[in-house]
């Protein structure tokens, strides 16, 4: 029994230790330089309902994908096309459903039906009504692929702004997917909302577009536009007084390069006008596209768009080799920082609409802390009381197992890096009443031990046997239901799951096995002859 003593102490001395160890980076930010990188560094994080931040939900506009979608298969047809000599009229999308075209010549169908058939497999081909004698067929989409495409989008969206908001360096952002695409975004302890949105909120669409140098940009915005043009606007704003001026440009509508091939983009400072610009790198495929097209349209200009708006439009000088390239323009420090962590995490698959936006000021937060932190006080003041009263010693050895359940917890945040919200101070308000229940059961078999006339050692014995199946029945399936509310809950719910879960867990662990040690220390070590209870 001493040996077995020594070990159970030893075991719960030790947890005592690592909870404490875990709480001291959550207690003071003044730990020294060493600790991070001997010992653990995570805290406790606050929820958006506590420390304040942006709630935000916003709609992945999927039918966008789609449409993407379609455009790419109508310009991976037209290769297909040329490679198998069938020659057509015209190849568009229609809306949603699919591709339109229609061909030159009837004895194509067959060579065109089998080249949908091997190569666009999510397609099925039907014929329509001849125009000018010549056949028209419809690629239809299929709905399971529609389903599929706006489920992806859906997804990678999701991804896509999760890199944006932890390079952004936000703590304990909760991104989760909701019905109807929708995502909900809450970024506790946001200092700049605004940037925030904009971030987020930016589809980062990277394009390199020849600009049309051979037809009038005055023709064009007549509305004489050439075929296979397009005009975007570079949008440009005077520092000094704010006024917005738009230069409009004629370019080639096929795209010579996306941002999909970037590896990397970072901030750097141009020495000689001492202002900031993106630096991007491209992936081998990248470098060979860039490098082919740099060097098939020397001295002319090639624009680099961004959702839509040109950025600049420099004239090309010479084959640029070695898959770099500068995105320059007059940027704030923050704007370029922005700039590159958005093009680093990739475009959206999909533009995004804010459907709902919120702001919860940190007083709010501050007043929630208090009133949970004194109803949490009040309760257990509350209940340490009747512990003492009603048990005793036993009491009081119930009540220290009650505020090292307490330690455990907020340890237990800590070390899973978990949030901590106003239903989670629900949670260990409620876990305080649940640790002393196990003690409570405990105790009362304890005393029916002694009036059946038990010595003190054999009514501990007895009484923490016959209470341990109770114990465990009760406390497993309160831990069943908090993992399923964890699970499948939303962020509130989750937050009280997260602070009951690790609770039940933790008062098992006081309750049965910390209690039972002093017991066993007192009345089998000592040999104390009577027992308060």
């Known amino acids: 029994m001493s040996k077995s003593l020594t070990w159970r102490g030893a075991i719960a001395l030790f947890a005592v230790l690592a909870a404490l160890v875990y709480l001291v980076p959550s207690i003071t930010d003044e730990v020294p ?45 037209k290769g297909d096309l040329r490679k198998d000599k069938i ?24 060579v065109f039906r089998d080249m949908v058939a091997a190569g666009y497999p999510d397609f099925s081909v039907e014929s329509m009504p001849e125009q000018h004698g010549k056949p028209v067929f419809q690629l239809v989409l299929d709905p399971n692929a529609k389903t599929h495409i706006m489920k992806m989008a859906l997804e990678q969206a999701l991804e896509t702004i999760r890199n944006r908001v932890d390079q952004f360096g936000v703590s304990e952002p909760d991104i989760r997917p909701q019905e109807n695409h929708r995502l909900l975004i809450q970024l506790p302890g946001i200092k700049d909302p605004k940037r925030a949105v904009a971030l987020i909120g930016k589809t980062a669409l990277l394009e ?17 536009i050439p075929p296979g043009d397009e005009i975007l606007y570079q949008v440009s704003v005077d520092p000094k007084t704010g006024h917005e001026r738009k230069t409009p440009y004629l370019l080639k509508k096929r795209t010579a390069l996306t941002g999909e091939y970037l590896t990397d983009a970072r ?23 860039f490098e082919q097209v740099t060097g098939q349209n020397i001295k002319k200009r090639l624009a680099i768009v961004l959702d839509g708006k040109i ?53 709010l937060g501050k007043d929630s802390i208090e009133k949970g932190f004194k109803s949490m006080l009040i309760g257990g003041i509350i209940v340490i009381l009747f512990m003492m009263i009603y048990y005793g010693f036993s009491g009081v050895i119930a009540d220290l197992a009650l505020l090292l359940n307490i330690l455990f917890i907020m340890a237990g945040l800590a070390f899973f890096s978990a949030t901590l919200t106003l239903p989670g101070i629900a949670g260990i308000i409620l876990t305080i009443g649940m640790s002393v229940d196990a003690n409570v059961l405990i105790f009362e078999r304890i005393r029916e031990e002694i009036r059946l006339g038990k010595t003190p050692r054999t009514a501990i014995d007895g009484g923490y046997s016959k ?11 309160t831990l069943i239901v908090a993992l399923v509310l964890f699970q499948f809950g939303t962020g509130p719910v989750r937050g009280f799951a997260v602070t009951l879960s690790i609770g039940i867990i933790a008062s098992l662990f006081t309750a ?21 209870i």
Not at 55 to 76: F, G, P
Not at 311 to 333: E, F, H, W
């Open 208 to 224: 390199f577009k020849l600009v049309d140098e051979e037809n009038s940009v005055e023709e064009a915005l007549k509305g004489n």
């Open 311 to 363: 950025n600049s439009a420099p004239v090309i000088q010479d084959k640029i080799s070695g898959g770099k390239a500068q995105i320059t323009g007059r940027y704030t420090t923050d704007e370029a920082r922005d700039l590159a962590i958005v093009l680093r995490a990739g475009a959206l698959p999909a533009p995004v609409k804010i459907i709902e936006e919120r702001t919860v000021g940190p007083s």
């Open 267 to 289: 901030v750097q400072i141009d020495s000689r006008y001492n202002e900031p610009y993106v630096s991007i790198s491209f992936d081998a495929r990248g470098a060979r596209l």
């Open 512 to 532: 049965i096995f910390l209690t039972r040690i002093i017991f066993d220390y007192l009345y089998v070590k000592r040999n104390m002859k009577k027992l308060s």
């Open 87 to 110: 020659r057509y009229i015209s190849l568009k999308r229609k809306g949603l459903d699919g591709v339109m075209i229609t061909l030159m010549r009837l004895k194509d169908e067959t």
């Open 467 to 477: 209470a341990l199946v109770t114990i465990l029945d009760a406390q497993l399936t």
């Open 33 to 77: 330089v060493w600790w991070s990188s001997i010992l653990p560094k995570d805290k406790i994080h606050l929820g958006l309902d506590l420390q304040g931040g942006m709630h935000l939900v916003l709609e992945v506009q999927a039918q966008k994908a789609i449409e993407s979608h379609l455009e790419r298969v109508v310009d991976e047809m």
